[in-house]
């Protein structure tokens, strides 16, 4: 493990070591989880996202032989007939 520190609010502080004392655990286990349970919900909105900027796109239309000359449209490969 690595050693961090960090600034929290005296309330924060406190409302934290009540919830670990409830649970029954360390104030830095329940840290721990807590940035753990955050990471995990960023990183789940962040890989959400990325199709979701191209639906918002609205494409229509294009080649209708794509998936046949997709080498063709990619890279510029001969057009299959």
């Known amino acids: 493990m690595i050693r961090t520190q960090i600034y929290i609010p005296e309330t924060l502080h406190e409302r934290a070591k009540s919830v670990a004392r409830s649970k029954k ?26 199709l979701d900027s191209l639906i918002k796109l609205n494409l229509k239309g294009g080649p209708k032989n794509l998936s046949a000359n997709i080498d063709h449209y990619l890279y510029g490969a001969p057009k299959k007939r």
């Open 25 to 50: 655990q360390s104030l830095a286990n329940l840290y721990r989880g807590f940035i753990s349970d955050g990471l995990h919900v960023a990183e789940k909105k962040r890989r959400g996202n990325s």
